[in-house]
Each structure stands twice: as structure tokens, then as C-alpha cells.
């Protein structure tokens, strides 16, 4: 009978530092990004460009599927008048067949339609198109073609 007790005192003894080891283990909340390389802009370059430069956060939404998200950061570290280098992460979604990650620094063409700057590059047969709207968000859409089915608002960290 000591024994049992003894035994069960054991086990139960493991099983709860078993529970407070894996309790203080750290779960990331997002993809891991390297050291932020931010680089100055150009005192000449125009406030409309230099807005992208920094680190923003946010959710990409299916248009069909509004309950569903993924959350994603990007990182402009450079740009000029002509094109800017991203760094690109995201959280990934279970229901997007999506795992998470992240793609190499790369740099993108920035253009013009209607008056306003956008940059974007495509991955995987999908098209991904920002701009900076009026509320100060990086806006962004991505799909294949004109076909644009997932939308995102990012903040700026």
C-alpha cells in the first residue's frame, strides 16, 4: 500500500512539472523576423514614397470567407523612386491549406495608376498589390489576375 501510495505521489509529482515546463515554454505569435535593416530614405524623396518605409502588421480576409484570416507582416527596409526592398512574412492558415513563412528580401517596382504609387510582385501564380490609402493603411489585394479574392489593411508598427 506505501508503495502505491508513494508511486502515485511520484506520478503525480512528474505530471506536474511536466505541466509548468511546458507552460513557461514561449509560443511565437508570429512568423520570426530578422533584425529589422531600415534604411534612411533620400531627404529629396517624396513624402508619398518614404510613407511605405517600416514595419507593418496585419490580416489578410477572403472576400467569400470573412471569418477566416491570416495574419501577416511586412517590412519595406528601402525604397527609392523607383522600386522598394520588402521582407515578407506570415502567419498562415489552417483553412487556407497555408503553412507559415517567409520570403527573402526582394526588391519591387513601384508605379503609378490614377495618382497613386503601388508596388507590387507575384508568388506562386498570385498577384499581390499594395498602395498606402487615405486613412495612412497599407492596403493590399492579392489573386490570380483580375481576379483579387483576398484583401488586406495593415498599421504601421
Known amino acids: 500500500m506505501k508503495k502505491c501510495l508513494w508511486f502515485s505521489i511520484l506520478l503525480v509529482g512528474f505530471w506536474l512539472m511536466t505541466l ?3 507552460a513557461t515554454t514561449p509560443t511565437p505569435k ?3 523576423l530578422p533584425t529589422d535593416k531600415i534604411v534612411a530614405p533620400d531627404p529629396n524623396l517624396p513624402p508619398e514614397l518614404s510613407a511605405f518605409l517600416g514595419k507593418w502588421s496585419g490580416r489578410w480576409f477572403m472576400t ?3 471569418d477566416s484570416n491570416m495574419a501577416a507582416t511586412l517590412t519595406v527596409e528601402k525604397i527609392d523612386h523607383k522600386r522598394a ?3 515578407y512574412t506570415w502567419k498562415g492558415n489552417y483553412d487556407w491549406n497555408l503553412a507559415p513563412g517567409q520570403t527573402p ?3 519591387v517596382k513601384l508605379f503609378k495608376k490614377d495618382g ?3 508596388f507590387s510582385w507575384e508568388s506562386k501564380g498570385n ?3 499594395f498602395h498606402i490609402n487615405k486613412d495612412g493603411e497599407l492596403e493590399g489585394l492579392m489573386g490570380k489576375g483580375k481576379h483579387h479574392e483576398t484583401y488586406i489593411k495593415m498599421d504601421k508598427e
Open 20 to 22: 509548468c515546463s511546458c
Open 30 to 32: 508570429t512568423v520570426p
Open 64 to 66: 467569400h470567407h470573412v
Open 85 to 87: 526592398v520588402i521582407f
Open 105 to 107: 528580401r526582394f526588391a
Open 116 to 118: 497613386i504609387t503601388y
Open 127 to 129: 498577384q499581390f498589390i
